[in-house]
T-cell receptor, first 114, second 108 residues
Framework: ETGVTQTPRHLVMGMTNKKSLKCEQH?????MYWYKQSAKKPLELMFV???????ENNSVPSRFSPECPNSSHLFLHLHTLQPEDSALYLC?????????????FGSGTRLTVV | QKEVEQNSGPLSVPEGAIASLNCTYS??????FFWYRQYSGKSPELIMS????GDKEDGRFTAQLNKASQYVSLLIRDSQPSDSATYLC????????FGTGTRLQVFP
């Protein structure tokens, strides 16, 4: 596989559930990101990992918990979410953490919290 | 002042016309600028990058950068219905900020 792969593509979960989103990149990039995209809002940066070390947590609620076991894999663990957390969650990777060469995005996970 | 500003649109142009998309940014330290295209329900796709003042052409797309004015634009020549999408502007920097995007509609 090539590029950035995200699973699952769609997820419906209740407010008391625990689920995880997975992202894998096959590009040899050093930085990985989680973004949230809600309707009619700009992309919101959530977390940044550089060489598997977290370098940015953009005031994200603790019900979102990232994990980066290595520079190719990134997870977003979800628990006790709220309906307003329903959105498209996008994973991206870049060659360098400042994004000087642009980002490659995964296909996203469409999350619905009921 | 927002860090990256784009007109949300929609910008409607007829097929074959030139579509002009504009973006202003506040971080004077930004060195690289990117345009992403996002089709409805899909993820953003990098289509253009520009690093120095002036124009950069790639097929039907031309990116224009003016660092003094903190302005970057994207021109799409011979617009096609398949160009209908939201176009996101993103300067590089310490903060990874995207614009809200401009929705482009190309009608036959």
């Amino acid at each position: 596989e090539t590029g950035v792969t995200q699973t699952p593509r769609h997820l419906v979960m209740g407010m008391t559930n625990k689920k995880s989103l997975k992202c894998e990149q096959h590009l040899g990039h050093n930085a990985m990101y989680w973004y949230k995209q809600s309707a009619k809002k700009p992309l919101e940066l959530m977390f940044v990992y550089n060489f598997k070390e977290q370098t940015e947590n953009n005031s994200v609620p603790s019900r979102f918990s990232p994990e980066c076991p290595n520079s190719s894999h990134l997870f977003l663990h979800l628990h006790t979410l709220q309906p307003e957390d329903s959105a498209l969650y996008l994973c991206a990777s870049s060659q360098d953490p400042g994004g000087g060469y642009g980002y490659t995005f995964g296909s996203g996970t469409r999350l619905t919290v009921v | 002042q927002k860090e990256v500003e784009q007109n949300s649109g929609p910008l409607s142009v007829p097929e074959g016309a030139i579509a002009s998309l504009n973006c202003t940014y506040s971080d004077r330290g930004s060195q690289s600028f990117f345009w992403y295209r996002q089709y409805s329900g899909k993820s953003p796709e990098l289509i253009m990058s520009i690093y120095s003042n002036g124009d950069k052409e790639d097929g039907r797309f031309t990116a224009q950068l003016n660092k003094a004015s903190q302005y970057v634009s994207l021109l799409i020549r011979d617009s096609q219905p398949s160009d209908s999408a939201t176009y996101l502007c993103a300067p590089s920097g310490d903060k990874l900020i995207f614009g809200t995007g401009t929705r482009l509609q190309v009608f036959p």
